[in-house]
């Protein structure tokens, strides 16, 4: 039972409340903690401390019991979770097993998610590229969703910030489809990513391939070494938790940046319910949360509401908060929440072999980045029979190998002496998706959780406008391969379903007009001006762009205007 | 030729495979814990024979056995098959071990018995994919093992360092 005495509601009470620890809820946190609010951070999983609770980080490959394939109970009791790429044995404590936290697939969609403070924060691919108005303007020229509320313009001054703080290595492109921030020294691309570079810029006038843009500290800055942050040591080991603290992350950024200030209070094993509303002031007042061991419902307060519990389940608590004023959940008086759920459509790569002159190059020493192609497809104008279009990565890679034909002495041998392989290079599809009507997630009406919440069902599919852009990326990327005389061409297309991109977005979207949308401009809720949404689920289109750092823009853009609006007495 | 003569003895054994009981008396256990699959001492030791000659000791550079290989095997299996390949993988050892159709041979003849089982389609299913299952893992567990990674140099943990334009020796 709810304690109700009066000091105990001034211990719940604080001047904000941030749903989830994320990348997004990460940085709400340290922007509110930082103009002095006293900040409620609530995680539904566990604690993970930096460096302390990274239990595999210094691991050498014999030192797992599986050599870091995950055993096969695991796999077949979390067929879901296995398909993703970073599920393996030295990082499976970061994610959600199937069976932990059911949902109803109306559709085939494959939910990757890691409940524990840092979110998927720990665990993301680590790619930060800035939108431009060629995404921001897209719904509006080409007739899909809604137009966004703002343009590049609303956004780049917090691009700056939060590049500045988290530390993104980058070129200075000069790129009017993907701006340049501000960037730390890039990893540099090696001899064949140069080789398709030039190859590209002599064959495709338009079309570029660029080194990636990612958080990793290639050269810590001032801001970084106060972090207690070091140098990206180039493990590639980033999903087990960096001892160096040489990605960004929740865990070894925003949140001990947030602690420091003395204004915030991390309160791990706390699901949320819902967002309380009270009819009489017509706000929010706080959240209603299930202590995850204990099962108390604990209810705190707060003056403004961040979620950040990652898109889909900020869908989810909307959905679920429901009062006389809204009874379709908070904010919807549009209908629209839980709906334009879209996706990146990461559905297909090209591999090929390169022979030439450069077989006389190999790599030494390993490097997290690789090359990335901006997306050129109906860039300027619609020409295709799709929509939008595709960015891709682009890897180049010569490994060592042996002959494992034989057995005995001869097979010792080639093991002992390895071979050099020749060239190969990947490429794969980071494609838009189109927001729709129908792709939608719902509360199921009887099925709840292990903590008495509705249990969601996911209703997001492929369409035509995918399997068109599959095809026009396969045929591309098959014909640039070809123009950069690459052998062996082969394109494939990756098995799963929707969600195993692991960028769902939307439900939650921003727009001018609240008939037709649930935030503003300022990732605030119309109906309900002090619930702020700026995790994946505020997002009116995807573009192709890995979505993180908008969403840590955003949740900073936010803040602040949050904090002003306070202050102002606005809300 | 011997090495037919063994695996004829083998075919003449593979029928009754599944109808061998599972343990005659109450043998010593593997000298590891395992979940799904029941392997003896003896068998133990004849998977660590089978392993050694996948990968034997030489000049300076240990072999399968004193790298445990055959125990990291026998984990794979318990832990990372389906039970269809545990069952056809623990018939195998128990036929082998019973008939001692590998342990008598010389060190040149199981060389040849392993090659055969690998190649010919015909030899029983059971003892195949034992066989193909065994030098997997004992591979693995030598790319994997701290002498490749570590003595040989062939994994860095920290490499601190990326050159995308390093020269290839000898070239």
């Known amino acids: ?571 | 030729m011997k090495r037919r003569t063994a695996i004829k003895n083998m075919m003449i054994f593979a029928g009754g495979i599944y109808l061998l009981p599972s343990c005659s008396g109450d043998p010593a256990k593997a000298s590891i814990e395992l979940t799904n699959i029941d392997v003896s001492s003896g068998q133990e030791s004849l998977l660590a024979e089978i392993a050694e000659t996948i990968i034997p000791r030489t000049n300076g550079a240990p072999g399968a056995k004193e790298m445990n290989l055959h125990l990291f095997t026998m984990k794979m299996v318990d832990d990372c098959h389906s039970g269809d390949e545990q069952q056809k993988f623990v018939a195998a050892l128990r036929v082998m071990e019973k008939e001692k159709l590998f342990i008598g041979l010389e060190s040149a003849q199981r060389k040849e018995f392993i090659e055969e089982l690998l190649e010919d389609k015909k030899a029983p299913e059971e003892l195949r994919i034992m066989m193909k299952i065994t030098k997997q893992r004992v591979i693995q567990g030598f790319t994997n093992s701290k002498f490749a990674m570590t003595d040989l140099k062939q994994y860095e943990l920290v490499p601190g360092r990326y050159n995308g334009y390093f020269p290839v020796e000898n070239v």
């Open chain 1, 1 to 571: 039972m709810p304690n109700l005495n009066t000091d105990s509601i001034k211990d719940r009470t604080f001047d904000a409340i941030v749903i989830g620890s994320g990348i997004s809820g990460g940085w709400s946190a340290k922007e509110l903690t930082e103009r002095g609010l006293k900040t409620l951070l609530l995680e539904r999983g566990r604690d993970v401390q930096h460096i302390r609770d990274y239990p595999t980080t210094s691991k050498m490959p014999y030192e797992f019991d599986h050599r870091m394939e995950v055993p096969l109970a695991i796999k077949e009791e979390a067929p879901i979770v296995s398909k993703c790429y970073a599920f393996r044995e030295d990082t499976m404590h970061f994610f959600v097993k199937d069976k932990e936290h059911p949902y109803i697939q109306e559709k085939p969609f494959d939910w990757i998610r890691g409940y524990q403070v840092g979110g998927k924060s720990l665990t993301w691919a680590r790619q930060t590229q800035r939108w431009s108005d060629f995404d921001f303007e897209g719904p509006k020229r080409d007739g899909f969703a809604v137009d966004w509320p703002i343009r590049y313009d609303d956004l780049a001054p917090w691009y700056s910030h939060v590049e500045k703080f988290a530390g993104i290595v980058g070129n200075r492109d000069g790129l009017p489809e993907l701006p340049d921030g501000e960037f730390l020294p890039a990893f540099p691309l090696n001899a064949v990513e140069d080789y398709f570079r030039e190859q590209v810029k002599l064959k495709y006038p338009g079309r570029h391939v660029i080194s990636t843009r990612m958080a990793h500290l290639s050269q810590p800055q001032p801001i970084h070494l106060e972090q207690g942050r070091g140098q990206c040591q180039m493990r590639t080991l980033c999903q087990r938790g960096c001892p160096y603290g040489g990605y960004f992350s929740s865990n070894a950024s925003t949140i001990p940046w947030a602690q420091k200030t003395g204004n915030l209070t991390l309160r791990p094993f706390s699901v949320v319910h819902s967002i309380l509303y009270d009819e009489q002031k017509g706000r929010a007042t706080g959240v209603k949360v299930i202590d995850t061991n204990s099962k108390e419902e604990i209810e705190f307060f707060a003056k403004i509401i961040f979620v950040n519990a990652s898109a889909i389940n900020t869908n989810l608590i909307l959905l679920n908060s429901q009062s006389n004023r809204f009874p379709e959940g908070l904010g919807n008086d549009s209908g629209v929440l839980g709906r334009y759920i879209a996706f990146h459509h990461y559905g297909g790569e090209v591999k090929a072999r390169y022979e030439g002159p450069l077989d006389k190059y190999r790599t030494d020493g390993r490097k997290p980045g690789y090359g990335y192609v901006p997306r050129f497809r109906n860039l300027h104008k619609q020409e295709m029979n799709f929509l939008r279009g595709y960015a891709a990565g682009f890897v180049a890679s010569r490994n060592f190998y042996s002959d494992t034909g034989d057995i005995g002495e001869p097979l010792k041998e080639n093991l002992v002496h390895r071979k050099l392989s020749p060239w190969n290079v990947n490429s794969f599809m980071m494609g838009e998706t189109i927001p729709k009507k129908e792709s939608q997630v719902t509360l199921d009406k009887e099925m709840k959780d292990d903590w008495g919440i509705p249990q969601l069902r996911i209703s997001v599919d492929f369409d035509e406008n995918d399997r068109r852009m599959l095809e026009d990326y396969f045929e591309q990327y098959s014909e640039m391969f070809s123009a950069a005389g690459f052998k062996d061409i082969m394109a494939s297309k990756r098995e799963g379903a929707p969600g195993l991109d692991i960028h769902e977005m939307g439900g939650v979207r921003m727009g001018h007009d609240p008939k037709t949308s649930m935030l503003n401009k300022w990732n605030q809720i119309h109906a309900c001006k002090n619930v702020f949404v700026t995790d994946g689920a505020c997002m009116t289109s995807t573009s192709t762009q890995n979505p993180s750092l908008t969403y840590m823009a955003f949740s900073a853009r936010a803040a602040d205007y949050a904090v002003k609006e306070m202050k102002k007495g606005n809300i």
